[in-house]
């Protein structure tokens, strides 16, 4: 079961990532999951100081905040004209120097371990269990990122025309009525909701690796929006499981072995896809150059 629990675990971020990580790099915006994992610094340090408590629902509370607080301060720095990569990167720098001031201040002689509040280790997921009224319900991880898959799932099922619109032509989406502003802040809350529910399970490298490679993958095989999310969710399962027998075969990190999976097709995307493969536009030039000299005889 420890196997299973471990995979499936794997499984559901890939898919709950992957499924937002397609609107994330159609915007340009494939490094806001690792902008947050930095910029939720300060709240897990201010959730600690008002509590008292190392306890991990707090601290992902704290970091939910920070995390919606960061998605708000892109986006207004980006209205005011900066480019979104800086945004991203003024944002997080900040914040995550204002959050080592705050630890080196007030919490100096805490042991506030990061690692295991926020960074955690996939292979430590089925002895984290959740119990109800006495009975043991499964590992808290497969609850949280499950709930999170479900969620995204739901959301952009429902709301998937409105995001197509708003992520390809926000200015026809706000010609048609679609409240722009109100669909980038929900995809955004979606991002920070999925990035820390995932953090304190299964660790900072799968979250962002399964935000950003899966859907250029998929982004490379397709033009259609809908069949790259399918691509995207796909690709990012694949790896989840190939990647744990990968890391079980050499005895490595799970959660590196999975993201290292994933390149692995997103390799084999960017040498044989159709459209953008680096062997197929050869020879497609090759044949090109074929049919120019045979015209010229």
Known sequence: MNTFYIILTGMLVAGACSMIGCFLVLRKMAMIGDAISHAVLPGIVIAFLASGSRDSIVMMLG???LGLLTVFLIQLF??????????????????????ILLISMYASNIDLDLDCVLYGEIAYVP???????GFDIGPKALWLVGSMFVINLITI???????????FDPALAAAVGIPVAFFH??????VSLTTVASFESVGAILVVGMLVVPPLT??????RLSAMIAISVI?????????????KLLDASIAASMITAAGGLLLLAFLFSPRHGVIGKKLRQKR???????EHG
Do not use: D, P, R
Not at 127 to 133: H, L
């Open 63 to 65: 970091a939910s905040v």
């Open 78 to 99: 980006k209205q005011s004209g900066v480019q979104t990569e800086a945004s991203i990167g003024v944002v997080f720098t900040a914040l995550f120097a204002v959050g």
């Open 127 to 133: 002895w984290n269990t959740v119990t109800i009224a």
């Open 157 to 167: 099922g429902m709301l998937f025309k409105q995001f197509k619109i708003c992520s």
């Open 185 to 190: 802040y929900l995809l955004m809350s979606l």
């Open 218 to 223: 998929a982004y490379l095989l397709t033009e």
């Open 235 to 247: 690709a990012g399962m694949l790896s989840a499981v190939s990647g744990y027998y990968i890391a």
């Open 288 to 294: 090109a150059l074929t049919h120019t000299a045979a």
